[in-house]
């Protein structure tokens, strides 16, 4: 996790220590993405760190996916929380999937349902961001330019959507995601058609995050 702005850079081993955590991290995202069943040394290779370093910052593979999805959930939030002083409910709406699509936060959470024991922080997380997609569907709404049959629940399988677009070149990705969600936020505005059946429920894919489903 990276320092607070006002504190002190660190040094020595702390500083090695920080890099090494940063390199794991970045590395076991990216083999996870790939297979959420591979072993830990596959992580400790990429990331060129000996696997007891590794266990040093880890006690097991568990810890290391609990980590990696709090920190897909902590994005979240923050791109929620970021565009709560838009005071156009439609531009905060789709500036904060723009910015969830770009931090590419469902590729992971999607790969690691049900790989491991959630805690009790990270549902809280998890609570938290429900209530801010909540808020901003509801001021998209209000504002006139959000079909009125969406429901918070959508919101996640748009992501889900937008996620599943993966080409080898990242920003070949990028561009192709941005320009999914565009057609995606076309067919949300304005009047349209009724959406056909009935809409996602609250819970419905809670099931996902079940150990061994």
Request: glycine content about 8%; charged content about 25%; aromatic content about 6%.
């Amino acid at each position: 996790m990276p320092n607070s702005p006002d504190a002190p850079p660190l040094a020595g081993r702390r500083a090695q220590a920080a890099r090494n955590d940063a390199v794991i991290l970045a590395a076991a995202r990216t083999v996870f993405l790939d297979d959420p069943k591979a072993p830990v040394a596959a992580v400790a290779e990429r990331a060129g760190v000996g696997i007891s370093a590794l266990y040093r910052r880890y006690a097991s593979k568990e810890d290391l996916l609990r980590t990696l999805c709090h920190d897909g959930l902590r994005r979240f939030v923050a791109a929620a929380e970021e565009v709560s002083d838009e005071p156009d409910g439609w531009a905060a709406f789709g500036a904060f999937l723009e910015r969830v699509v770009d931090a590419d936060v469902h590729s992971l959470t999607v790969r690691l349902a049900g790989t491991f024991t959630p805690t009790d922080d990270l549902v809280h997380l998890a609570v938290r961001a429900n209530d801010l997609v909540s808020g901003l569907v509801e001021r998209a709404q209000r504002a006139g330019r959000l079909r009125s049959d969406v429901v918070p629940q959508d919101v996640g399988l748009l992501l889900e959507g937008c996620a599943a677009i993966r080409v080898p070149d990242p920003e070949r990705t990028r561009q192709l995601r941005r320009r999914h969600l565009a057609l995606l936020l076309a067919g949300l505005a304005g009047s349209a058609p009724p959406l056909p059946g009935p809409p996602p429920a609250a819970g419905e894919f809670d099931w996902r995050w079940k150990r061994g489903q």
